[in-house]
């Protein structure tokens, strides 16, 4: 994942939020994915206005906590949801 990328649902799904985090519903299959993130990630980040590197700076002024382990706990999840075809990757240039 790179920190200067923003990330963006793919067509035919959506985000909400949940109690326990965010619920992505994906038209496609149909599918129910629940990330249990809690607060430390907004539906909104998909709208692809922020970048992981300011989504991990917003977690750590919020919540705490080491930025190289908010990194990489961003960076499990971006992948996941990626992995999963629910989000992509775009650069910013």
Not at 21 to 50: M, N, Q, V, W
Request: hydrophobic share 35%; glycine share 8%; proline share 4%.
């Amino acid at each position: 994942m790179y920190s200067e990328s923003v990330y963006r649902l793919w067509d035919g799904v959506q985000v909400r939020k949940e109690k326990f985090g965010l619920l992505f519903y994906d038209y496609r299959g149909p599918k129910l994915h629940f990330l249990p993130s809690k607060d430390l990630i907004s539906e909104t980040f998909f709208l692809g206005h922020a970048t992981a590197g300011e989504l991990v700076e917003s977690i750590c002024t919020e919540h705490g906590g080491s930025p190289e382990s908010i990194r990489k706990l961003v960076n499990k999840v971006l992948e996941m949801l990626r992995s999963k075809g629910l989000i992509y990757e775009q650069p910013v240039c």
